[in-house]
């Protein structure tokens, strides 16, 4: 890949934005190779946390501006011009949304500035590290548009409203001190070498857990954040039902007893029934 590195480490997959000389902008090959990345992971199943960090002085600075001048088309002369720009966004937003539905957890370790789209990718992670220079900014609004591959739609189920308000009218810098405040962030570190020893050991923390309850616990968290109490009570009951191990309990206590590191099955991998 051009604009990441992958690579493992047992079970715990890593995924480093590679580009520090243009402070890790977004492209379209970045969309692209991201995109292709995270299919990887989902399919395979043999990661079970994925740690997303970045190189340089900032995590990110978001969409690359020329990008509009050449790559993406954004016809606002007809429109029929403006209605491809539904489906263009919708191609976008779909591969943060794979960080959302990704069968594992997933933690961003943020250095520096975390800026337009970079917002919308971290809001779509399970966990948030930063380190102590870090902040978000919804650049958008800054350069004339709205911000529009999901940051105006996680962020109020992150932050209080008004403050998300202020953010995306302004487009003021949210520090982490004050993001760590708010709980977009989860903590904040003295070093970017200390924050990412950290994610890692989260990850690594997850890994040791059954995948397959991981995974149910993300369904969960997620449909309970979007649906009233008694639909999400059911839904929990569907997913316990479908997923229940007495095995990974019996492991579980065991190992715990035993001072051990429990041993759990992947996640099976998966195939596109188009492919078969």
Known sequence: MHCFTLTRQDAVAHLVLNQPSTLNTMHPTFWRELDEALTQLH??????????SSTGKHFSAGMALETFDGAIAMDDSSPEGRA??????????????RLETLRIPVIAAIQGGCIGGAVDMVTACCIRYATADAFFCIQ???IGMVADVGTLQRLPKLLPLGLVKELAYTGRRLPASKALSYGLINEVFDTQEAMLAA???CASEIAGKPPVAIWGTKQVIHYTRDHPMDDSLRQ???????????AHVRESVAAMKEKRAAQF????????????
């Open 236 to 246: 929990m009951g569907w997913v316990q039902g479908a997923i229940w191990s007495n």
């Open 43 to 52: 399919r395979d199943g043999s990661a079970r946390a994925l740690v997303i």
């Open 199 to 201: 994610a890692l050991q």
């Open 140 to 142: 958008e609004i800054n």
């Open 265 to 276: 099955p992947d996640l099976k991998p998966l195939a596109w029934f188009r492919e078969l």
């Open 84 to 97: 491809a720009i539904f489906d263009l966004l919708s191609d976008m937003q779909a591969t943060f949304t």
